[in-house]
């Protein structure tokens, strides 16, 4: 390693009791994750477009030991700019491991307020960080959602929409999470979020990764809440879906179902729960 939607309120649970305008959000100092596997043709130009964003931003890439020599071309841009870092990894481990990793350094290394996870090849545009930031204000998890308002997805083959789409319903069926998109993969979590999560009990990945971080900030009792945004198939490079990780994704929603039957989640704040459930409707 080198210098590198529903919502609920529990102060019982450790969820943020405050709410703040969404001015302020955009003073409080923020971390991107962004992992990588062969990236290089589009993580420069994604670094400078979030570091242009008007806001305290800097940027955590967690590289997976690239062929394409993306932590090279990181490395040369760390060294010019402050606000970039890189967490070098020994070879491809998973972009749950990844996201983990990248967690655990935020709350260890970095005083950052919020933290952000989007993907390195643009189908997340930077652009909509000051809106995250604004939802921010009222929740301590703000998701990213391509089914909010209607889909709006772009160039995803229909058998992938339809896919990604079912699981959604399936997740929200099975484990009762009120969430649009539990398998979105952009997110803006709150520090607090990240501090009540016992990462040692999460191994899941791609899809169950997301789905697994949301259901435990719910069952957390914290606040949710779901933006729409356009998400745009990859521009470059190659998909890193897989039948392992749709497989992986049907295990763990059942099992996080059975713990919504068994274990009681954080005291919810019934004000802020119906406000949500109306934006998410």
Not at 18 to 39: C, F, H, I, Q, W
Not at 81 to 91: F, K, N, Y
Request: glycine share 8%; proline share 4%; with cysteine.
């Amino acid at each position: 390693m080198t210098p590198a939607t529903e919502g609920t309120d529990s102060r019982a649970s450790g969820a943020s009791p405050d709410l703040a305008s969404p001015a302020s959000m955009s003073d409080r100092k923020g971390l991107v994750l962004v992992p990588t596997y062969n990236e290089r043709e589009s993580i420069e130009a994604l670094i400078a477009k979030i570091l242009a964003q008007p806001a305290r931003l800097e940027v955590l890439v967690i590289d997976d030991g690239s062929p394409d020599g993306t932590a090279d071309l990181v490395r040369a841009l760390a060294a010019k700019d402050p606000r970039i870092r890189l967490m070098e990894r020994a070879g491809k481990l998973g972009l749950g491991s990844a996201y983990v990793a990248g967690f655990r350094y935020a709350l260890a290394e970095t005083d950052a307020e919020l933290i952000f996870q989007m993907d390195a090849d643009f189908s997340h545009d930077p652009a909509a960080i000051g809106e995250f930031l604004a939802a921010a204000s009222e929740a301590d998890l703000v998701i990213g959602s391509r089914y909010l308002k209607g889909v709006t997805v772009v160039n995803w083959p229909l058998k992938r929409l339809f896919l990604s789409y079912s699981a959604n319903v399936y997740t929200r069926w099975i484990t009762g999470l009120p969430v649009k998109d539990a398998t979105g993969g952009y997110k803006c979590f709150r520090r607090e979020v990240l501090e009540a999560i016992d990462w040692d009990r999460i191994h899941s990945d791609g899809y169950s990764f997301q789905i697994e971080t949301t259901f435990h900030a719910w069952r957390g009792g914290f606040r949710i809440r779901e933006i729409p945004i356009l998400f745009v198939d990859r521009r470059v490079g190659i998909s890193k879906m897989n039948r392992r990780i749709v497989c992986e994704a049907i295990f763990v929603v059942w099992r996080l179902g059975f713990q919504a039957m068994f274990r009681r989640r954080g005291r919810p704040d019934s004000a802020l729960e119906t406000a949500s459930r109306k934006d998410a409707g």
